[in-house]
């Protein structure tokens, strides 16, 4: 069974970083494009970021220069660096299968990102 554990959330305030990681358990890391999505309660879940299973990166517009998605493939983990943090940002962050996959993984608890002075 495919396990996905998300950490690495927190306060911090406006312009400061945070990495988050993803742990993928019960297959291997390689075999996918994976996806970074965010949900702000009472919102749909959106896009963040996504990497190609070849490793080719793609970024939602409201994130551009400012995240950085990668992943350590013999750590089967990908990770998300967000640098130059706004309020707007605050939400819960997710990580799965990447856009336009039919099917989805069990989702996580996420890991909570709080953006604020």
């Known amino acids: 069974q495919v396990q996905l554990v998300e950490s690495g959330g927190g306060l911090v305030q406006p312009g400061e970083s945070l990495e988050l990681s993803c742990a993928v358990s019960?297959?291997?890391?390689?075999?996918?494009?994976m996806g970074w999505y965010r949900q702000v309660r009472g919102k749909p879940r959106e896009l963040v970021a996504d990497?190609?299973?070849?490793?080719?990166?793609h970024y939602a517009d409201f994130v551009k220069g400012r995240f950085t998605i990668s992943r350590d493939i013999a750590k089967n983990t990908v990770y998300l660096q967000m640098n130059s943090l706004k309020p707007e940002d605050t939400a819960v962050y997710y990580c799965?299968?990447?856009?336009?996959?039919?099917?989805?993984?069990?989702w996580g608890q996420g890991t909570q990102v709080t953006v604020s002075l």
């Open positions: 799965n299968v990447g856009p336009g996959s039919i099917w989805y993984f069990d």
């Open positions: 019960g297959t291997i890391l390689s075999r996918y494009a």
């Open positions: 990497i190609t299973d070849g490793g080719s990166p």
